[in-house]
């Protein structure tokens, strides 16, 4: 006996319906699966401020070698931990390399000095209104 239309539009609308749900949840993970990328990849704002508050930028000043760069130091790291940072980034050597430490150069009134290796960065004024703060890796 030939099939009713009503049954065979019963199996397709259910097969409709089928598929209906499948997109769904399909698109549901998809979205899903996007928000956590976009949570991930977006660095949050209390993790900027951490990073803006508990880093500190250097200009490191090597005259020796002619060089300059930019670093980024933890300001509770000590000025013995700078300096081995700032070493291991040399794309050549120093002579005498355990000769050369950190130096703040004169500024607002005040001498340039050599600093102290186990003091920690944060210790010292880091003057700002000269733009990004230097300091010279000297004998």
Request: hydrophobic share 30%; with cysteine.
């Amino acid at each position: 006996m030939p099939q009713s239309s009503t049954s065979s539009e019963d199996e397709m609308a259910q097969s409709f319906s089928d598929y209906s749900d499948d997109c769904a949840s399909e698109s549901s993970r998809e979205e899903t699966i996007y928000e956590t990328i976009r949570a991930t990849a977006e660095p949050s704002q209390n993790r900027m401020d951490d990073i803006h508050t508990n880093s500190l930028v250097i200009r490191v000043l090597i005259p020796d070698l002619q060089q300059t760069k930019c670093m980024r130091f933890n300001p509770d790291a000590t000025v013995w931990v700078a300096k081995q940072r700032i070493l291991c980034t040399l794309n050549q050597s120093l002579k005498d390399v355990l000769n050369y430490g950190l130096f703040q150069p004169a500024s607002n009134g005040r001498e340039g000095k050599f600093l102290d290796e186990e003091r920690i960065l944060r210790e010292y004024p880091q003057p700002i209104s000269k733009g990004v703060p230097a300091l010279e890796v000297n004998c």
